[in-house]
């Protein structure tokens, strides 16, 4: 417990002190229009309060991934914490600031038009499509991962548990067409703070619950691995796999889709720090609570009521914490917030690949017309991966790995177009080391997870060799492309 809440602070103080670092660093300026305000169309470009805006940023990034993927991420151990926290202050945080203020800076630009601006079109032509593929699984699985929690505790009258399934999978689909579609403070920015308020009062209800029980977890000088076993879990080592499957919470790609969504709605570049990198801060928080109660369960006592040791699944956990400790109306908000965290990112990864796919073919969407045909595509698409999820009986498992290796590979592509930015926006000075090194680290991760641990096209104990050597190369690759673009400034003067 005492690592766990000595981490709880270090990301409190990170907000303070790194937060504000990496805020002066970018130079907010507060008299400069933002996009909300000098684009504003009544659909997607509209000033919004920024306690609103804070709120739906969390929950869009929020998702099942700082509960689902901390629970999984704590049979790693007490590593679980550090990654956690230094992850989400030094690479999560300053990827999702940097990622909605960039935008900002180019009037509310898409993720693929910020990386094709500073690495070239032909990236940003790979990264469209990555993106809009991201997006899609992002969909699916979000349809498919809250239908299956709300057939469990709310099966439909005289169906079995596949029928109230489908039935769940139906009415969520049926709002991810109306919340895709309609204005931005129409339904998201009504409802989407109520559902955060309730992720939000689960995992501080759960915070005070832990501490009171006080349970005997793994502690950081015991070990980084579970229990005695440094290198992992499963088969699986610390090194590529536990930065994979703790994507949001410490840092995931897929926000970077979501950050320009609120940067056409934010009214003061000033307010950039609280509402990108606070909500990042906040969703570490929630996973680190999340990561020290299954650590009860895997770890100590608790594992008796779930099942034996790490064989108890996520979802599994999150029902007997829920009701177990927060009894009937606690467990009620707190199944809420477990089930409304996928529904909302669902939505806005939808909406996400709607404005790409607009922005990309230059489709005005002030139109009902232009909006329906844009999504036309993509609901179709979702619906065959849905297809796909629910034919097959690993279905779901496939398009989630795949899901969890693209969501950090994207992540790489925003934080080198972030290392690039501060290259070319803070000439003569080194700033750019603060988005390099995660860069670097991260680029490490995604190719070693695919070709070791994903694929399995090089041998498992290549490993660290891969992710060095990547990670060396790519400080490599960069530093020559600086000194390249050093001599074609000093022979262009």
């Known amino acids: 417990m005492i690592s766990f809440l000595l981490s709880v602070l270090a990301l409190i103080l990170g907000y303070i002190f790194y937060g504000g670092f990496i805020s002066r660093v970018f130079g907010p300026d507060p008299a400069r229009p933002t996009p909300a305000i000098s684009k504003a ?14 709120m ?21 151990g007490p590593a679980a914490y550090l990654w956690i926290v ?8 300053v990827h999702d600031y940097l990622s909605g203020m960039i935008s900002i800076r180019h009037g509310g630009a898409g993720f693929p038009d910020l990386v094709g601006f500073y690495l070239g079109k032909n990236t940003k032509n790979v990264m469209l499509a990555f993106s809009i593929v991201l997006l899609l699984l992002v969909g699916a699985v979000f349809v498919y991962s809250p239908a299956i929690i709300l057939g469990g505790i709310a099966p439909v009258a005289g169906s079995g548990t596949g029928t109230s399934m489908m039935f769940w999978v139906a009415v969520i689909f049926i709002y991810y067409i109306l919340a895709t579609m309609l204005p931005i403070d129409k339904i998201i920015g009504k409802i989407y703070p109520v559902f955060a308020f309730a992720l939000i009062f689960m995992a501080f209800s759960l915070m005070v619950c832990l ?15 579970n229990r005695g076993h440094s290198l992992g879990v499963n088969g699986q080592t610390i090194f590529p796999c536990l930065f994979i499957t703790i994507a949001c919470g410490a840092v995931s790609g897929f926000h970077a889709t979501q950050s320009p969504m609120m940067a056409r709605c934010i009214k003061n570049e000033k307010l950039g ?7 990042m801060i906040m969703e570490g928080l929630v996973a680190l609570i999340w990561a020290a109660i299954s650590s009860y369960f895997f770890f100590d006592s608790g594992a008796a009521e779930v099942g034996s040791s790490l064989s108890a699944q996520a979802p599994e956990v999150v029902t007997k914490v829920s009701t177990g400790w927060l009894g009937i109306f606690g467990g009620i908000l707190a ?5 409304a965290a996928p529904i909302t990112s669902g939505d806005t990864a939808l909406r996400s690949a709607r404005l790409i796919t607009a922005d990309f073919l230059k489709i005005d969407q002030k139109k009902v017309r232009n909006r329906l045909l844009t999504c036309l595509p993509i ?4 619906a065959i991966l849905l297809k796909i999820n629910m034919s097959d009986s690993q279905g779901f498992n496939k398009v989630w790995g795949w899901f969890g290796w693209a969501n950090q590979t994207l992540s790489v592509f925003m934080l080198w177009t972030a290392t690039v930015y501060l290259a070319k926006t803070k000439k003569g000075q080194f700033y750019y080391f603060l988005a390099l090194i995660p860069a ?8 070693t997870y695919f070709f070791v641990s994903k694929t399995g096209i090089l041998p498992a104990g290549w490993t660290f060799t891969v992710g060095l050597a990547t990670f060396l190369l790519s400080l490599i690759a960069f530093d020559l492309w600086r000194i390249h673009r050093l001599k074609i400034t000093i022979n262009n003067q």
């Open 86 to 93: 230094f992850g989400c202050i030094f690479a999560g945080a």
């Open 273 to 279: 720090r609280p509402v990108f990198y606070g909500s």
């Open 379 to 382: 609901f179709i698409l979702v």
């Open 56 to 76: 739906i940023q969390f929950l869009n990034i929020a998702g099942t991934g700082p509960i689902f993927g901390a629970i999984m991420g704590a049979k790693f």
């Open 41 to 54: 169309d009544g659909v997607d470009y509209i000033p919004m309060p920024t306690w609103k805006v804070f």
């Open 335 to 339: 199944i809420l917030g477990v089930v």
């Open 211 to 225: 501490i009171a029980r006080w349970p005997s977890i793994p502690e950081l000088w015991e070990g980084l691995g």
């Open 440 to 447: 670097s680290f991260m680029t490490s991760v995604a190719v």
